[in-house]
Protein backbone atom coordinates (compact mmCIF):
# COMPACT_ATOMS: atom_id res chain seq x y z
CA UNK A 1 0.00 0.00 0.00
CA UNK A 2 1.31 3.82 -0.95
CA UNK A 3 0.85 6.14 1.53
CA UNK A 4 0.72 9.75 0.33
CA UNK A 5 2.58 12.73 2.36
CA UNK A 6 -0.56 14.46 1.96
CA UNK A 7 -3.97 13.82 3.54
CA UNK A 8 -5.65 16.92 3.95
CA UNK A 9 -7.77 17.74 0.63
CA UNK A 10 -9.75 20.15 -1.75
CA UNK A 11 -13.20 19.02 -3.22
CA UNK A 12 -14.25 19.80 -6.96
CA UNK A 13 -15.50 23.18 -5.51
CA UNK A 14 -12.23 24.52 -4.43
CA UNK A 15 -13.64 24.19 -0.84
CA UNK A 16 -11.01 22.79 1.90
CA UNK A 17 -11.18 19.89 4.35
CA UNK A 18 -9.01 18.94 7.25
CA UNK A 19 -8.76 15.84 9.13
CA UNK A 20 -8.28 15.16 12.95
CA UNK A 21 -4.99 14.00 14.62
CA UNK A 22 -6.60 10.35 15.17
CA UNK A 23 -7.49 9.90 11.29
CA UNK A 24 -4.53 10.99 10.22
CA UNK A 25 -2.33 8.89 12.81
CA UNK A 26 -4.46 5.53 11.04
CA UNK A 27 -3.62 6.53 7.73
CA UNK A 28 -0.16 6.79 8.18
CA UNK A 29 -0.27 4.23 11.07
CA UNK A 30 -3.05 2.09 9.95
CA UNK A 31 -3.60 -1.11 12.40
CA UNK A 32 -4.02 -4.23 11.53
CA UNK A 33 -3.62 -3.92 7.41
CA UNK A 34 -2.46 -7.38 5.76
CA UNK A 35 0.14 -5.64 3.35
CA UNK A 36 -0.32 -6.83 -0.40
CA UNK A 37 1.24 -10.44 -1.14
CA UNK A 38 0.59 -11.51 2.30
CA UNK A 39 -3.22 -12.58 1.81
CA UNK A 40 -1.96 -15.49 -0.41
CA UNK A 41 -0.40 -17.23 3.16
CA UNK A 42 -3.08 -15.72 5.17
CA UNK A 43 -5.22 -18.43 6.69
CA UNK A 44 -8.47 -16.49 7.13
CA UNK A 45 -11.97 -18.26 8.21
CA UNK A 46 -13.75 -16.16 6.09
CA UNK A 47 -13.32 -12.85 3.86
CA UNK A 48 -15.97 -10.00 2.14
CA UNK A 49 -15.03 -7.36 -0.70
CA UNK A 50 -17.10 -4.52 -2.18
CA UNK A 51 -16.10 -2.30 -4.51
CA UNK A 52 -13.45 -2.54 -7.36
CA UNK A 53 -10.09 -0.76 -8.35
CA UNK A 54 -11.88 -0.01 -11.92
CA UNK A 55 -14.81 1.75 -10.16
CA UNK A 56 -13.11 3.73 -7.41
CA UNK A 57 -12.62 2.57 -4.06
CA UNK A 58 -11.91 -1.16 -2.89
CA UNK A 59 -11.97 -2.74 0.48
CA UNK A 60 -11.24 -6.35 1.37
CA UNK A 61 -11.82 -7.84 4.66
CA UNK A 62 -10.39 -11.00 6.69
CA UNK A 63 -11.62 -12.58 9.89
CA UNK A 64 -10.37 -15.34 12.24
CA UNK A 65 -13.19 -16.51 14.28
CA UNK A 66 -13.20 -18.80 17.07
CA UNK A 67 -15.89 -21.28 16.38
CA UNK A 68 -16.80 -22.16 19.72
CA UNK A 69 -17.52 -18.33 21.10
CA UNK A 70 -17.94 -16.75 17.30
CA UNK A 71 -15.69 -14.23 18.58
CA UNK A 72 -13.66 -12.21 16.04
CA UNK A 73 -9.94 -13.12 17.29
CA UNK A 74 -8.09 -11.21 14.04
CA UNK A 75 -9.07 -8.61 11.50
CA UNK A 76 -7.29 -8.02 8.82
CA UNK A 77 -8.12 -5.85 5.44
CA UNK A 78 -6.60 -3.99 2.42
CA UNK A 79 -8.19 -1.02 0.38
CA UNK A 80 -7.64 0.64 -2.86
CA UNK A 81 -8.67 4.09 -1.58
CA UNK A 82 -8.33 7.40 -0.34
CA UNK A 83 -7.16 8.10 3.12
CA UNK A 84 -10.47 8.58 5.04
CA UNK A 85 -11.19 4.68 3.80
CA UNK A 86 -7.87 3.42 4.88
CA UNK A 87 -8.45 5.68 8.59
CA UNK A 88 -11.95 4.09 8.94
CA UNK A 89 -10.97 0.65 8.26
CA UNK A 90 -8.19 0.91 10.42
CA UNK A 91 -10.58 1.75 13.39
CA UNK A 92 -12.80 -0.80 12.29
CA UNK A 93 -10.30 -3.24 12.64
CA UNK A 94 -9.57 -1.98 16.75
CA UNK A 95 -13.11 -2.11 17.30
CA UNK A 96 -13.84 -5.59 16.34
CA UNK A 97 -10.80 -7.47 17.99
CA UNK A 98 -10.58 -5.12 21.26
CA UNK A 99 -10.72 -6.91 24.49
CA UNK A 100 -10.45 -10.49 23.25
CA UNK A 101 -12.88 -9.38 20.42
CA UNK A 102 -16.49 -8.98 19.93
CA UNK A 103 -18.97 -11.85 19.03
CA UNK A 104 -20.66 -11.49 15.58
CA UNK A 105 -23.89 -10.34 16.46
CA UNK A 106 -21.74 -7.75 18.13
CA UNK A 107 -19.77 -6.55 15.28
CA UNK A 108 -23.09 -6.70 13.04
CA UNK A 109 -24.46 -4.28 15.32
CA UNK A 110 -21.82 -1.34 14.85
CA UNK A 111 -23.10 1.20 12.37
CA UNK A 112 -20.63 3.87 9.96
CA UNK A 113 -21.67 6.48 12.65
CA UNK A 114 -19.68 4.44 15.60
CA UNK A 115 -16.61 4.08 13.45
CA UNK A 116 -16.71 8.25 12.52
CA UNK A 117 -17.12 9.21 16.46
CA UNK A 118 -13.59 6.74 17.42
CA UNK A 119 -12.26 8.80 14.55
CA UNK A 120 -13.63 12.39 15.63
CA UNK A 121 -15.07 12.85 12.57
CA UNK A 122 -14.71 12.60 9.01
CA UNK A 123 -15.40 15.67 6.74
CA UNK A 124 -18.71 15.52 5.07
CA UNK A 125 -17.20 14.73 2.03
CA UNK A 126 -15.66 11.59 2.94
CA UNK A 127 -18.93 10.53 5.31
CA UNK A 128 -18.89 7.62 2.30
CA UNK A 129 -15.91 6.07 3.12
CA UNK A 130 -16.50 5.10 6.56
CA UNK A 131 -19.40 2.68 5.08
CA UNK A 132 -16.97 0.80 2.75
CA UNK A 133 -14.80 -1.08 6.02
CA UNK A 134 -18.44 -1.82 7.27
CA UNK A 135 -20.07 -3.11 4.41
CA UNK A 136 -16.67 -5.32 4.12
CA UNK A 137 -17.15 -6.44 7.49
CA UNK A 138 -20.78 -7.48 7.52
CA UNK A 139 -19.66 -9.27 3.93
CA UNK A 140 -16.95 -11.26 5.62
CA UNK A 141 -19.95 -12.06 8.44
CA UNK A 142 -22.31 -13.39 5.51
CA UNK A 143 -19.25 -15.63 4.26
CA UNK A 144 -19.20 -16.73 7.65
CA UNK A 145 -22.50 -18.18 8.07
CA UNK A 146 -22.47 -19.75 4.79
CA UNK A 147 -19.26 -21.66 5.39
CA UNK A 148 -20.42 -22.78 8.61
CA UNK A 149 -24.04 -23.30 7.04
CA UNK A 150 -25.72 -20.63 8.95
CA UNK A 151 -27.69 -19.83 5.83
CA UNK A 152 -30.62 -18.65 8.01
CA UNK A 153 -28.49 -15.75 9.59
CA UNK A 154 -27.02 -14.14 6.95
CA UNK A 155 -27.90 -10.85 6.59
CA UNK A 156 -29.27 -9.05 3.58
CA UNK A 157 -29.22 -5.84 3.10
CA UNK A 158 -30.53 -3.51 0.17
CA UNK A 159 -29.92 -6.26 -2.06
CA UNK A 160 -32.35 -8.98 -4.15
CA UNK A 161 -32.04 -12.66 -3.08
CA UNK A 162 -31.24 -14.75 -6.10
CA UNK A 163 -31.21 -18.15 -4.37
CA UNK A 164 -33.71 -18.50 -1.78
CA UNK A 165 -32.36 -21.62 -0.20
CA UNK A 166 -28.83 -19.94 0.08
CA UNK A 167 -29.40 -16.87 0.52
CA UNK A 168 -27.53 -15.26 -1.87
CA UNK A 169 -27.95 -11.78 -3.57
CA UNK A 170 -27.29 -10.05 -6.83
CA UNK A 171 -24.75 -8.46 -4.94
CA UNK A 172 -23.01 -11.34 -3.73
CA UNK A 173 -23.13 -12.73 -7.79
CA UNK A 174 -21.17 -9.30 -8.85
CA UNK A 175 -18.92 -9.75 -6.36
CA UNK A 176 -17.78 -12.98 -7.40
CA UNK A 177 -17.54 -11.35 -10.94
CA UNK A 178 -15.44 -9.15 -9.68
CA UNK A 179 -12.88 -11.42 -8.09
CA UNK A 180 -12.86 -12.91 -11.59
CA UNK A 181 -15.77 -15.78 -12.17
CA UNK A 182 -17.04 -15.59 -15.75
CA UNK A 183 -19.44 -18.38 -16.26
CA UNK A 184 -22.02 -19.81 -14.06
CA UNK A 185 -19.38 -22.97 -13.18
CA UNK A 186 -16.80 -20.30 -11.98
CA UNK A 187 -20.00 -18.35 -9.82
CA UNK A 188 -21.11 -21.71 -8.73
CA UNK A 189 -17.84 -23.21 -7.14
CA UNK A 190 -17.86 -19.81 -5.48
CA UNK A 191 -21.44 -19.26 -3.86
CA UNK A 192 -23.10 -23.31 -5.07
CA UNK A 193 -25.91 -20.51 -6.41
CA UNK A 194 -28.23 -22.58 -8.29
CA UNK A 195 -27.22 -25.67 -7.12
CA UNK A 196 -29.60 -26.51 -4.96
CA UNK A 197 -32.39 -23.98 -6.94
CA UNK A 198 -32.07 -24.74 -10.77
CA UNK A 199 -34.95 -22.37 -11.29
CA UNK A 200 -32.72 -19.41 -10.38
CA UNK A 201 -30.14 -20.24 -13.36
CA UNK A 202 -31.76 -18.26 -15.73
CA UNK A 203 -31.44 -15.42 -13.66
CA UNK A 204 -28.02 -15.98 -12.41
CA UNK A 205 -26.69 -16.06 -15.86
CA UNK A 206 -28.27 -12.97 -17.07
CA UNK A 207 -27.21 -11.47 -14.08
CA UNK A 208 -23.22 -13.21 -14.67
CA UNK A 209 -23.46 -11.39 -18.33
CA UNK A 210 -24.68 -7.86 -17.00
CA UNK A 211 -21.94 -7.54 -14.40
CA UNK A 212 -19.03 -8.68 -16.76
CA UNK A 213 -20.06 -6.24 -19.26
CA UNK A 214 -20.30 -3.50 -17.27
CA UNK A 215 -16.66 -4.35 -15.30
CA UNK A 216 -14.93 -5.64 -18.16
CA UNK A 217 -16.64 -4.38 -21.30
Known sequence: MKINKKID???????????SDIVKDH????????????????????????????????MVVWLKIDPKTEK???????????????????????IVTENNGLTIDQALKIKPQDIMERLGGLPAQKVHCSVLGDKALRMAINDWFRKTGQHQRI?????????????????????AVLE????????????????ASP????????????YTEKYYG
Not at 9 to 19: M, V
Not at 186 to 194: M, R
Not at 199 to 210: G, V
Open 9 to 19: GRDAQGNTWLY
Open 27 to 58: FFNPRNILFYGEEEIYEADASGRVGSPACGDE
Open 72 to 94: IKECKWQTFGCGSAIASTSVMSE
Open 155 to 175: VVEGAKIIDEKLRITDRDIEE
Open 180 to 195: GARNLEDIQKKLKVGV
Open 199 to 210: EAIPEIEQLIRF
